[in-house]
């Protein structure tokens, strides 16, 4: 796997729902990405954050971003 300092990940959304976060692990999984995920808090409240990733390499973090986009993931972004 990809070391963390070339590790990017492209976060697509942060869900406060366990049910949406698992609808989106599954939409890009089912699209072919790799999938992360982290835990985090936003107003206090807990959140789940997902992202396609890590990648390595440019080509593929433009491919999952591209992909991302495509699923409707808007404000996707690369990230390090």
Do not use: E
């Not at 406060?16 to 890009?28: K, Y």
């Not at 954050?49 to 973090?61: E, N, T």
């Amino acid at each position: 796997p990809p070391g963390p300092a070339t590790a990017v990940s492209v976060p697509v959304g942060a869900y406060g729902v366990p049910s949406n976060a698992s609808r989106a692990i599954h939409r890009l999984a089912g699209a072919g990405l790799r999938v992360s995920s982290q835990r985090a808090h936003v107003r206090g409240k807990p959140v789940k954050i997902i992202l396609a990733g890590p990648y390595a390499s440019r080509d593929q973090v433009s491919h999952a971003l591209h992909t991302a986009r495509r699923l409707g993931y808007h404000d996707a972004f690369p990230r390090r």
